[in-house]
């Protein structure tokens, strides 16, 4: 924990920023967690609406050694917002203005405490959308989805947020206002910056203005739910769906346990044999759709498959999404709590990784369940216990660090769009190379050189 603010740095935040400095506890509790359930207060926090309020909090802050730590709206489940070392949360919720949308550079230019909720409703009338769509989208912010390289179901035809990002405006923690990127779609003049500052956690530099790459909305767009015998087939059809040209711009992926819960608990209609589920949609135009379907549907047939459905209108495929919305709900009745984790496997490995988790299950005795983003290999694996029990707590974390061995040794890695935090910070070391985390520390002095940007988070201690 930092020490109290000095009273001079109090005095001077308080005269630059107002009313939106915060100091009385019950104001800062609010600023305290994130979806992790983690909570550490901080000692103060700033709501600041310009960037030059941002470089001058940052550079009043680097004066006394006082650590930053930048907010979105807290929707993260890694910890990487909660202020374990005290000091100053940023929120950006009061710069919220969407600054420009150019249609015909299919580019907005947006503040970071834009939700992206907000953006795509102002997107819609241009006939455009951001790709990014975590299941937070309707009140998580641009900057947060940014800060953590947010993906979603869209992720596997449209990418993710670093995939949809053309410059960023940021500031440093050594106060200084740097531009990344920029406006054109092609660019090759000097080093990536803008992709390097994406999935940062805020320990590079405060985003304060984001140039966003948009993509003209679909007119069409049609859903498939194929429901195989076991993993392994599922799997397979996964391959074969993403080697043939027609990418899906969505494919979802359930193991048993969850189609399981999904019928018995949600109501979905799926029959008893079932193993496993693949959610398929396809996008594009009202006249080659049937086209793009079909060959969806091909891909999708093969050795272990026992339906596969259509949806002719959005009522039939909301009906076949059902499933699947069915699916979180049911989770809560196996137990009050869960560790909800990202990893990433490549596509043909993704049978083994369930049934290692599977096999874990059994070993600590407790149910684990799959379901996520099949086309990127991008599974959350859902770890399910009794918080107010301390032996399920102590096998529930005991599980889920396992859980991040077996995606490693698979050649896979620890997050595919949650990020690291805290959550995760002590595997780095077993996902990337002492070299490469030496890099990575040397990056993070560049950018941060007094270390006061998100201290203890994404990168282990030395």
Known sequence: MSAPLPPSLHAELAQLLGDAWLTDPGERL???YDNSRRLALPDAVALPRTR??????????????????????????TGASVPVAGGVVVSFERMNRILDIRPGDRCAVVEP????????????PHGLFWPP?????????????????????????????????????AVTGAGELIV????????????????????SEGTLALIVEASLRLTPSAPARAALRAVYRDVSSAAQAVARLMAQPVTPSMLEFMDGQCVRLARDVGGADLPHEAGALLMIEADGDAHTLAHALDALKRAAAGEGLLSLDDAADEAAREKLWAARKALS??????????????VVVPVSRIPELVD??????????????????????????????DPADAAQSERAHAAMGRVFELALALGGTLSGEHGIGLAKRDFMPHAVGAQTLAVMRQIKRAFDP???????KLLPDE
């Open 450 to 456: 007094d270390g006061i940007l998100n201290p203890g």
């Open 133 to 169: 769509d975590p299941t937070s989208a309707a009140y998580s912010s641009i900057g947060g989805n940014l800060a953590c390289n947010a993906g979603g179901p869209r992720a596997v035809k449209y990418g993710a947020s670093r995939d949809n990002v053309l410059a960023l405006t």
């Open 329 to 342: 709900p049911s989770l809560r009745t196996l137990a009050p709590g869960k560790i909800n984790e990202d």
């Open 52 to 77: 030059e309020q941002v470089q001058a909090l940052v550079r009043a802050c680097r004066r006394e050694r006082v650590p930053l730590v930048a907010r979105g709206r807290g929707t993260n489940t």
């Open 180 to 199: 990344c990127g920029t406006a054109t779609t092609k660019g090759s003049t000097g080093y990536d910056l803008h992709r390097l500052l994406v999935g």
């Open 356 to 385: 290692g988790v599977q096999s874990l299950a059994r070993e600590f005795d407790l149910p684990i369940v799959c379901f996520g983003h099949a086309g990127n290999g991008n599974l959350h694996v859902n770890l399910l216990y």
């Open 113 to 124: 405490g834009v939700l992206n909720g907000d953006l795509q409703t102002a997107l819609k």
């Open 30 to 32: 609010a600023y305290a």
